[in-house]
């Protein structure tokens, strides 16, 4: 065989490997966007700066993050860095399984407030170490909580540069990766016009907790975006259970941190915080309480707790409700399309009959009092994909909407959250990288303009210095020669004169 042949004969084997190798990962990344839904992968940064004495005196940031991590799905992927000077992993990052939840609750009490700065471009930039590389089967999302602005040097000018390079080159990048950005300021000093900045140039969503004791519940409403769960509907205290719910955990924020609290089984058991019982395990903290049971009783649970407390539900079924969420944010008047679907211990439900049971529907809220309706099963024909393809209208008013997707069968119910931030006038979220006593656009233009001026203005002023030295010397030479002049014709008869007495003289 010639060299031409076994090298023809080389170049078409890696040809057909590299064709191969294309198509089954074109096969996989179709069934993990089409068929399947992205799996969630969180990157959680805490701020560990000293100003966190003040602004998270009592340290709520260990319970959110332990909340977090005991909500967070199995088969997500997430991982925690703090920062102050510098960027360090907190709990690396990878599979949320058991193993993962263990070291992330003994990392929780590391959290401290030893940090002299508030680093954050080396945050986002540990946080997205693998931005070449990620995972398409994963959904990347970054939760940023600071009570600060960015903070690298001394220097005010440094910093503002850092600042303005983090917005103008890394969040353009990571929108257009589709890597939201969703910001937590925790402070009235926190550069919040930067931070909701940041969140709009990656499509994420940012918010402002008046005081710690937000904190919490302001982590939960980030996780819905970043990893909805379905959950079912609440009548009053009471919510139901059908058969298919493998767990459901119950999430309770109260104010009361000495009330009673428990659950009641359709059989009439009850559960409490204080009785260790199996399948249900209980979280407590000041501000809210969690409870998860596996294998649960079917039928009608109720739940016992103060009044005013806010309760929310979550399940892992054999039956799930699917939604391709629209972006956390966009701009106002532009129309999306949700992707529904319905699966039923882990296979997509094609079967236009068994779908047909189910009513689906799209509640949305927003702003002034918006409220509107989609009948996704009563508007569309049942698809032969198994999957509806929802029309959502533009959206005028400027503001937060919640989108409650929900699914109604003949014994079950679910409901799946999301959240969209539309944003109007691009003006509202014009940022502000310097400190007050430096312009807030780049000098660069207007110093060299200024300089050019001054040049002009220099040159002009030499020509005419210049002209004018010219001037008054012609005058002086020309007064010069004619008092030369004037001077020479008198002497010269003097002397004649003067030589005329002396040759008459004897």
Excluded at 99 to 104: E, F, H, L, T
Excluded at 149 to 162: G, Q
Excluded at 366 to 393: C, H, I, M, W
Aim: glycine fraction near 6%.
């Amino acid at each position: 065989m010639s060299d031409f042949t076994r090298r023809a004969a080389l170049l078409r084997g890696l040809l057909l490997t590299a064709m191969i190798s294309l198509l089954c990962s074109s096969v996989a990344l179709a069934d993990a966007v089409v068929g399947r839904g992205l799996q969630p992968d969180l990157r959680l940064l805490i701020d560990i700066s000293g100003s966190m004495k003040q602004s998270d005196p009592d340290n709520l940031r260990g319970p959110a993050l332990e909340l977090i991590v005991r909500l967070l799905p199995d088969g997500a992927r997430a991982g925690v860095w703090v920062f102050g000077e510098e960027a360090e992993v907190l709990v690396p990052h990878g599979e949320v399984d058991a193993a993962w939840r263990d070291q992330a609750r003994q990392a929780v009490a590391q959290i401290d407030n030893s940090g002299q700065r508030t680093n954050i471009p080396a945050a986002l930039s540990a946080a997205t170490y693998d931005i070449a590389s990620m995972n398409p089967a994963y959904r990347s999302s970054v939760i940023l909580l600071t009570d600060g602005k960015v903070d690298i040097s001394s220097s005010p000018i440094r910093n503002a540069k850092a600042a303005r390079a983090l917005l103008m080159d890394t969040a353009p990048e990571l929108g257009a990766i589709g890597i939201p950005v969703h910001t937590i300021a925790l402070s009235d000093d926190a550069d919040w016009s930067f931070l909701r900045a940041l969140a709009a140039s990656t499509t994420g969503i940012a918010e402002k907790a008046k005081n710690a004791g937000q904190l919490t519940e302001i982590f939960v409403q980030s996780l819905d975006m970043v990893a909805p769960a379905a959950r079912v509907p609440l009548a009053g205290a009471e919510f139901v259970i059908d058969d298919s719910v493998e767990e459901f955990t119950a999430l309770l924020f109260h104010k009361d941190s000495a009330a009673a609290l428990g659950l009641i089984a359709p059989s009439a058991q009850v559960y409490q915080p204080s009785a260790q019982q199996a399948g249900v395990d209980w979280f407590l903290s000041d501000r809210f309480a969690l409870v998860t049971v596996t294998a649960p009783e079917p039928g009608v649970w109720q739940l016992q707790a103060p009044r005013d407390a806010r309760v929310r539900v979550t399940v892992i079924a054999d039956l799930q409700l699917e939604v391709d969420p629209l972006p956390n944010s966009m701009p106002a008047q532009r129309m999306a399309e949700l992707g529904i679907r319905l699966r039923n211990a882990g296979e997509l439900i094609t079967d236009p009959e068994l779908l047909g049971l189910f009513d689906i529907t799209v509640d949305i809220s927003g702003p002034k009092g918006f409220n509107s309706r989609l009948d996704v099963s009563g508007q569309y024909a049942v698809p032969e994909t198994g999957e509806y393809r929802v029309k959502v209208p533009g959206f005028v008013e400027p503001g937060r909407y919640q989108l409650l997707a929900r699914v109604k069968g003949e014994t079950l119910q679910r409901e799946l959250p999301m959240y969209v931030e539309v944003i109007g006038d691009p003006s509202s979220i014009a940022f502000n990288t310097r400190p007050l006593d430096i312009p807030q656009t780049s000098l660069r233009g207007p110093i060299l303009s200024l300089a050019a001026v001054v040049f002009l203005i220099a040159v002009i002023s030499w020509l005419i210095s210049r002209r004018r030295r010219r001037q008054r010397l012609r005058l002086w030479q020309q007064r010069f020669e004619a008092a030369q002049e004037g001077q020479h014709s008198p002497s010269v008869g003097s002397l004649k004169d003067l030589e005329g007495e002396r040759s008459e003289s004897p």
